[in-house]
């Protein structure tokens, strides 16, 4: 019985610690009966953009990929995607050869309003 507890004592800490660092997928874009504004990223390099990810600035990571798989987005092209208002936390970037460039930037959303950051290569 006494390691039975114990088990579940550890299984409910770790739980516990995950949820206090958030999610590990960047949590959603929109949570529910928020208000919501946009952030669209705009591509101002020569490369296609093949990574997006954000999250709330309060998560411990940014999340996974928000492209679909196949995605980009062209150099001199938009896309934007619809959050709740408040503080994200944006990282964007490209693949090339053995090597991987990205642009992080924090930034705060407006309910109503479209953000746009602006990315430009490193």
């Known amino acids: 019985m006494l390691n039975t507890f114990t088990k579940t004592a550890a299984a409910l800490g770790l739980a516990a610690t ?3 660092c958030g999610s590990l997928d960047g949590g959603p874009l929109v949570r529910p009966g928020e208000p919501v504004g946009q952030i669209t990223i705009r591509n101002t390099s020569n490369a296609h953009l093949t990574v997006v990810t954000m999250s709330d600035c309060s998560n411990s990571t940014y999340g996974f990929n928000r492209l679909s798989e196949g995605e980009t987005i ?24 053995t090597g991987y460039a ?5 930034t705060q959303v407006s309910p109503g309003r479209n953000h746009i950051l602006n990315y430009g290569g490193s």
């Open 74 to 97: 062209a150099p001199g092209y938009d896309r934007y995607f619809t959050v709740s208002a408040g503080c994200w936390d944006v990282q964007v970037g490209y693949g090339y050869g």
């Open 102 to 106: 990205t642009g992080t930037k924090r």
């Open 18 to 20: 995950l949820t206090a």
